[in-house]
């Protein structure tokens, strides 16, 4: 039996699972399902089309699900919605709007962490095992794949992408393409490789080691297009994670973030260290 909190309002057309706990002034409208165990805390606005996973939780103010914010989208007009899966948590306030069209809905895959003030704009693709910190944004077509961190304020350009356990320094702006296992910084500055990740990944010593020398060897250099791309092919012959890499960079449709912003500053040459020791 599900927990529904007399001040909830819950539509016709909404299938909840065993176990949904759903708190005081909650609104649920449209063909929303909501699996076994989600939990609704308190003022949570849910429009369909929604699903959601087992064990998902949202926390007072969420609002998911609700038009985008698209000039060509009209109110009435058909959307796919929303898709989120299991085990995922919705702080405060935070925000994920339907898609444009009515095939492809938005996603977000499972134990996906969105904490205060996030939002994901319509038709973004987030992964799983994701973190996006305090106040960061995904613009429309978006695409975050899994294990990668957003710190806090972090921006992301529409149909810009963040690969494979990325991650980002805080009050970073993205309109570049990331790719996986890279760090970056500022505005579209890379400046390192998320070692620390892999590792807590379970990633082999081997693949890390390859990732070190292709950002080295490859990405330090800052090559052209064609060039970079010859290099990654012959590396992800021997390795699984620089093939990742290899393929992200292969079908971006944007440039991708050089190491060091588009001129090296002297700021970012100073973390050599650093960078050395990732």
Same mark, same amino acid.
């Given at each position: 039996?599900?927990?529904? @909190?007399?001040?909830?309002?819950?539509?016709?057309? &909404?299938?909840?699972?065993?176990? !949904?706990?759903?708190?005081?002034?909650?609104?649920?409208?449209?063909?929303?399902? +909501?699996?076994?165990?989600?939990?609704? *805390?308190?003022?949570?606005? +849910?429009?369909?089309? %929604?699903?959601?996973?087992?064990?998902?939780?949202?926390?007072?103010?969420?609002?998911?699900?609700?038009?985008?914010?698209?000039?060509?989208?009209?109110?009435?007009?058909?959307?796919?919605?929303?898709?989120?899966?299991? #085990?995922?948590?919705?702080?405060?306030?935070?925000?994920?709007?339907?898609? /444009?069209?009515? #095939?492809?809905? /938005?996603?977000?895959?499972?134990?996906?962490?969105?904490? !205060?003030?996030?939002?994901?704009?319509?038709?973004?693709? &987030?992964?799983?095992?994701? !973190?996006?910190?305090?106040? /960061?944004?995904?613009?429309?077509?978006?695409?975050? @794949? #899994?294990?990668?961190?957003?710190?806090?304020?972090?921006?992301? @350009?529409?149909?810009?992408?963040?690969?494979?356990?990325?991650? /980002?320094?805080?009050?970073?702006?993205?309109?570049? #393409? %990331?790719?996986?296992?890279?760090?970056?910084?500022?505005?579209?500055? !890379?400046?390192?490789?998320? &070692?620390?990740?892999?590792?807590?990944?379970? *990633?082999?010593?081997?693949?890390?080691?390859?990732?070190?020398?292709?950002?080295?060897?490859?990405?330090?250099?800052?090559?052209?297009?064609?060039?970079?791309?010859?290099?990654?092919?012959?590396?992800?012959?021997? =390795?699984?994670? &620089?093939?990742?890499?290899?393929?992200?960079?292969?079908?971006?449709?944007?440039?991708?973030?050089?190491?060091?912003?588009?001129?090296? =500053?002297?700021?970012?040459?100073?973390?050599?260290?650093?960078?050395?020791?990732?």
């Amino acid at each position: 039996m599900s927990n529904i @909190h007399p001040s909830a309002i819950i539509g016709d057309e &909404v299938t909840l699972a065993e176990d !949904v706990l759903i708190g005081p002034n909650c609104v649920v409208m449209g063909k929303v399902t +909501l699996g076994a165990g989600v939990r609704l *805390m308190a003022s949570v606005h +849910l429009q369909g089309p %929604l699903t959601v996973g087992e064990r998902t939780t949202f926390y007072p103010g969420a609002l998911i699900g609700f038009e985008p914010q698209d000039f060509k989208f009209k109110p009435g007009m058909p959307t796919a919605g929303v898709e989120i899966g299991s #085990d995922c948590i919705f702080r405060e306030h935070s925000t994920v709007h339907a898609a /444009t069209n009515a #095939d492809k809905p /938005t996603h977000v895959g499972d134990r996906t962490f969105f904490m !205060v003030n996030t939002h994901a704009g319509h038709d973004a693709w &987030v992964g799983s095992d994701v !973190v996006m910190v305090n106040n /960061t944004g995904l613009g429309g077509h978006s695409e975050v @794949h #899994d294990r990668a961190i957003l710190s806090g304020g972090t921006m992301l @350009h529409q149909f810009g992408r963040v690969g494979r356990q990325a991650m /980002t320094s805080g009050v970073t702006t993205l309109t570049n #393409d %990331l790719p996986p296992y890279f760090m970056a910084s500022e505005r579209n500055t !890379v400046v390192g490789i998320n &070692v620390v990740g892999m590792r807590r990944a379970g *990633m082999s010593r081997d693949d890390i080691n390859a990732v070190k020398r292709a950002y080295t060897e490859v990405f330090r250099r800052n090559l052209p297009a064609k060039e970079m791309h010859k290099e990654l092919e012959a590396r992800a012959q021997e =390795s699984s994670a &620089v093939k990742d890499i290899y393929e992200f960079v292969i079908s971006s449709k944007r440039a991708i973030c050089p190491v060091g912003g588009r001129k090296r =500053s002297r700021a970012i040459d100073d973390q050599g260290p650093l960078i050395a020791r990732a």
